[in-house]
């Protein structure tokens, strides 16, 4: 690489420890998502602070240190792990002389350089414009290419955010119409299928869990994965055939991450649909991530978010080929299951995935057909 091309995405990270959990581990996560939004971190600024500095959240003399960093390191982009309020990163612009971006806008960047379906890159405009719209900032390149290449926005007067709010407004209407008809779309292919009572699951999971991987192994599809954070931003749905059970309807989903920014959740809520409508979950678990019970929790908390949080949940611990754990199902204390221990990657333990799969499958048919003892039938439901 040149050493121009090399300045262009060098990228300098700060991370300040607030005396929260997993600290470092979120260092780990903000190293992967700056690389998997294609910038090089060249180096990692850390400090301890009680609560964030007003003006610069760094306080001034960690800011001077980032200013040295980025001098050394030719840095193109600051990256904070954390939310910056709109004037803070203004002010960390001028005083570091460089782009600074915040957790939100790291992830809207992976996001926008993921999507790939239409229906992707609208809801990945709409997250963008509306945090965009809050904060009239240099940076912001993709408003001025619609716009015809003006140059940043930094520095134009009051008059002019004005106009550019009224034009941000606008487009974020036309976005949510369009999304609105893929959305009813969408929803006459799931009354399809409700009709036709197919078992429908849904992979959900933390970002990098393996759930594409999984999907493939499960489905045989060529889903994109990777070692990176946010391989997957399309729902993809397959259907999958079970020896003696039939078809059921599997889809893979972009995946939840700790802090998952508000608008994100907001404008991926038609993708998630597909999540809410399932009749069961399987959480997808890095089981050898130091973090997973952490990662677990903040899946769960998007869940609850886009109102997905009472659907029948099946632990999937994969991974275990990197870990002491063996293949293995667990139940619950009234005996339905609640965990399956398995390796996407080296196949160990699908075949279990696939025997409890039919098994909540039978359960649901007998449900649907046999309606009326509905609590006896509980009681019974698994032996
Ligand atoms: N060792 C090991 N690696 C795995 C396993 N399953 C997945 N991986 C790896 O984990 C990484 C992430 O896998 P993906 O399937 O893309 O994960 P994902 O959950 O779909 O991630 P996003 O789409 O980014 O949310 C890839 O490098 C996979 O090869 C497994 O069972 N064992
Ligand atoms: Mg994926």
Avoid at 92 to 116: H, N, P, S, Y
Avoid at 178 to 207: C, H, I, M, N, W
Avoid at 305 to 330: R, S
């Amino acid at each position: 690489m040149s050493e121009r091309a090399g300045r262009a995405n060098a990228a300098v990270l700060v991370g300040l420890d607030f005396g929260a959990d997993g600290y470092s581990e979120g260092l780990e996560e903000l190293r992967l998502l700056t690389e998997s939004s294609g910038l090089d971190p060249r180096a990692l600024i850390q400090g301890k602070r009680q609560r964030p500095d007003p003006a610069l959240y760094a306080g001034s003399g960690k800011a001077e240190e980032i200013a040295a960093a980025v001098r050394e390191h030719h840095a193109a982009v600051v990256v904070f792990n954390h939310e910056l309020s709109p004037g803070q990163q203004r002010n960390l612009e001028q005083k570091l002389g460089c782009a600074v971006l915040d957790r939100t806008g790291l992830i809207l960047g992976i996001f926008a350089r993921r999507a790939r379906s239409h229906e992707g890159k609208l809801q990945v405009e709409l997250a963008q414009l509306e945090y965009a719209s809050t904060r009239l900032v240099r940076g912001w390149t993709h408003l001025e290419r619609q716009r015809g290449g003006r140059g940043f926005l930094g520095g134009m007067g009051e008059t002019q955010i004005e106009v550019d709010r009224r034009l941000i407004g606008n487009r974020v209407k036309v976005l949510k119409d369009k999304l609105a008809q893929f959305k009813r779309r969408r929803d006459v292919q799931r009354r399809a299928r409700v009709r036709g009572e197919v078992l429908s699951v849904s992979l959900v999971g933390y970002t990098n869990a393996g759930k594409s991987t999984l999907f493939n192994a499960l489905t045989h599809a060529g889903s994109y994965t990777a070692d990176q954070l946010f391989a997957t931003l399309d729902t993809t749905t397959r259907r999958l055939y079970l020896e003696g059970t039939g078809n059921l309807v599997l889809s893979d989903t972009v995946g939840f991450i700790r802090d998952l920014p508000h608008g994100l959740v907001a404008s991926f809520r038609a993708t998630l649909e597909e999540t809410v409508h399932a009749d069961l979950l399987l959480h997808v678990v890095d089981a050898s991530s130091s973090v997973r019970a952490q990662q677990i929790e903040a899946v769960n908390t998007v869940l609850a978010e886009i109102g997905a949080d009472a659907i029948p949940q099946v632990l999937v611990w994969n991974k275990i080929d990197l870990t002491p754990l063996l293949p293995g199902l667990e139940r619950d204390e009234y005996g339905k299951i609640c965990r399956v221990s398995l390796s996407a990657k080296s196949g160990a333990g699908l075949d279990i995935l696939r025997t409890a799969l039919a098994e909540v499958a039978a359960a649901k048919k007998s449900a649907a057909t046999n309606r009326e003892p509905e609590q006896h039938h509980r009681d019974t439901y698994v032996t």
